[in-house]
Nanobody
Framework: QGQLVESGGGLGQPGGSLRLSCVVS????????MSWFRQAPGKQRRELVA???????YILDSVKGRFTISSDSAKNTVILQMDNLRPEDTAVYYC???????????WGQGTQVTVSS
């Protein structure tokens, strides 16, 4: 059973930076696509922001050039570096692990990111 624990959310200034971390345990990190989703206030859907695996990487168009996803397989950790924050980045950010065989999916508890002056 996979467990994902996020940290690093909080209040950020417009134009500022925040760094989200997701530590993964209980699964083979290298057999999963690791992703960050977000759910904005009042929205029912979670939006895929960025994803990374051994062979692929994805970044949402609206955050390209501002957000970077990286992973450290030795530490079972995935990082979302968020720079040049905008108020529209305000959301609960969730870490997700999805197995490459599409059979398993695990979610973290979410971390709030608020961008405001």
């Amino acid at each position: 059973q996979g467990q994902l624990v996020e940290s690093g959310g909080g209040l950020g200034q417009p134009g500022g930076s925040l760094r989200l971390s997701c530590v993964v345990s209980g699964i083979d990190f290298n057999q999963y696509m690791m992703s960050w989703f977000r759910q904005a206030p009042g929205k029912q859907r979670r939006e895929l922001v960025a994803g990374i695996s051994r062979t692929r990487e994805y970044i949402l168009d609206s955050v390209k050039g501002r957000f970077t996803i990286s992973s450290d397989s030795a530490k079972n950790t995935v990082i979302l570096q968020m720079d040049n924050l905008r108020p529209e980045d305000t959301a609960v950010y969730y870490c997700n692990a999805h197995s490459t065989n599409l059979l398993f999916s695990y979610w973290g508890q979410g971390t709030q990111v608020t961008v405001s002056s």
